[in-house]
C-alpha cells in the first residue's frame, strides 16, 4: 500500500482545514487507518484513528471535538476534517494503514504498517 497525503498548509486560528490521504496499490477498505502528527523533534502524537469496522478513536486532550476522521472507500482515500484549529496544531501530519491484528492498538505508531509521506500544517495566532 502507498499512501500520499495532501492538503496541508497555513490557516488562521478558528479556521478549519482538511487533509486527504490517497492510497494505492490495495484497497483500504479492511485496514485501520489514522493520523498521526508530529512537531518539531517530538514524538509522533496520535490524533485519530478510523478501525476497518468504521469505530472511530479521537485524541482526548487535544483534538477530541474538533477533528473529524472518515473516509471514503470509493476513492480509496482516508480524511481528517480539522476545525477550530489552533496554533498548537502546527505540525507534520501523518497518515497510516495498518493491517488487521488482534493486537491492534489505535493509538500505537507501530500498529500501523504503511504510511504517506506527511503534510505541513501551520496555525498562526
Known amino acids: 500500500v502507498q499512501l500520499q497525503a495532501f492538503g496541508g498548509g497555513l490557516a488562521q486560528a478558528g479556521g478549519s482545514l482538511r487533509l486527504s490521504c490517497t492510497a494505492s496499490g490495495r484497497a483500504l477498505r479492511m485496514h485501520n487507518t489514522a493520523w498521526f502528527r508530529r512537531a518539531l523533534e517530538n514524538e509522533h502524537e496520535f490524533v485519530a484513528a478510523l478501525k476497518w469496522n468504521g469505530d472511530t478513536i479521537y485524541d482526548e486532550d487535544f483534538v477530541k471535538g474538533r477533528f473529524t476522521i472518515s473516509k471514503d472507500n470509493a476513492k480509496n482515500t482516508v480524511y481528517l476534517q480539522m476545525n477550530n484549529l489552533k496554533p498548537e496544531d502546527t505540525a507534520v501530519y501523518y497518515c497510516?494503514?495498518?493491517?488487521?491484528?488482534?493486537?491492534?492498538?489505535?493509538?500505537?505508531?507501530?500498529?500501523?504498517?504503511?504510511w504517506g509521506q506527511g503534510t505541513e500544517v501551520t496555525v498562526s495566532s
Open positions: 497510516g494503514a495498518g493491517e488487521y491484528r488482534s493486537t491492534y492498538a489505535p493509538t500505537r505508531f507501530s500498529s500501523y504498517d504503511y
